[in-house]
């Protein structure tokens, strides 16, 4: 039986990773277990277990608060996956280490691909290509799956805010003028443990989302049809009327071009991907 250690378990994509591998050996450690910042923890923690894989899915993703905590998310999201892919490398384990799409500069207007120009513009992307780049040098071994647009049963998410806004409000803006893939996380999570138990899959960096893209706009009308909502009470808007303190990419398609290359199952549409999450969690979307 393979084992395997999670980071980050208790949120959106832990959660779903555990039910994945329910009939597996897993260790899931969220941020009550294992401090990602706590170096000495984590490899304590890698060492004492021994897992045959490790899905770090531990971040700082407070996107608009690390602009002004810098410190904390470099500490988690650079200095933790560096002390996730070092432990690795001393147990012998596979790392599959997830990224996002903030590494880039969001101005491309096709899907990027795994080996484009980097760029972020935002403290949370810089720290998350620190923590890319210190496995690779670490690690080359590792496996890195950039994603985006995540949503699930557990924890916050754009779906869960949309349902509790649509029951709270005549209409809803959202912006019209950014665009990637909205992701379900039992999706993904079903993904990378394929990836984990692949063995014919070259280590490197992979992009992995549900296919096709959409804007935010169009992401909320559909998350109103789900509801059984009328889309048109979703109203479009730009990102200048809603400015944060940090940049969003404009633009977040990732290509996923080097995934199927590998001989792995690209995941569907991102709209039947939101219908049948729908119709497996959607209590726990309108109870948000």
């Known amino acids: 039986m393979t084992r395997w250690l999670i980071t980050g ?16 050996d897993v260790r899931a450690l969220g941020r009550s277990d294992l401090a ?43 200095a933790g996956a560096a002390a996730v892919a070092s432990a690795v490398a001393r147990t012998g384990g596979r790392l599959i280490h997830v ?11 096709v899907p990027y691909e795994v080996d484009d120009p980097t760029g972020p513009k935002s403290v949370y992307g810089r720290s998350k290509l620190a923590g890319e780049e210190a496995i690779r040098e670490l690690l080359p071994s ?21 349902a509790r806004l649509e029951r709270e409000r005549t209409t809803v803006t959202v912006v019209d003028d950014q665009f990637g893939a909205p992701t379900w996380t039992a999706q993904l ?15 490197g960096i992979y992009h992995c989302t549900n296919s096709a893209s959409t804007s935010w706009f169009g992401f909320a009308r559909a998350i109103f049809e789900e509801l059984g909502a009328d889309p048109s009470r979703v109203l479009p808007t730009s990102t200048a009327n809603f400015p944060r303190p940090a940049p969003r990419p404009a633009y977040s398609v ?22 049948q999450a729908f119709v497996s969690i959607g209590d726990a979307f309108r109870a948000h």
């Open 254 to 275: 990732l290509s996923d071009r080097a995934w199927r290359g590998a001989g792995l199952t690209p995941l569907p549409h991102w709209r039947s991907a939101l219908h």
């Open 9 to 24: 378990a208790h949120g959106q994509l832990g959660s779903d990773l555990q039910q994945v591998l329910a009939d597996d």
């Open 142 to 162: 590792a496996y890195i799956v950039r994603t985006a647009w995540l949503y699930g049963a557990v924890g916050g998410n754009f779906v869960k805010t949309m």
């Open 36 to 78: 990602v910042a706590d170096l000495r923890a984590i490899a304590d923690a890698i060492a004492e277990f021994r897992p045959d894989v490790v899905v770090n899915g531990a971040a700082y993703t407070a996107v608009d608060s690390a602009e002004t905590d810098e410190d904390t998310a470099y500490r988690v999201n650079a």
């Open 189 to 203: 999570a079903a993904a990378l443990v394929a990836l984990g138990r692949s063995s014919a899959t070259s280590a």
């Open 99 to 109: 990224s996002t799409d903030y590494v880039f500069d969001g101005e491309s207007r």
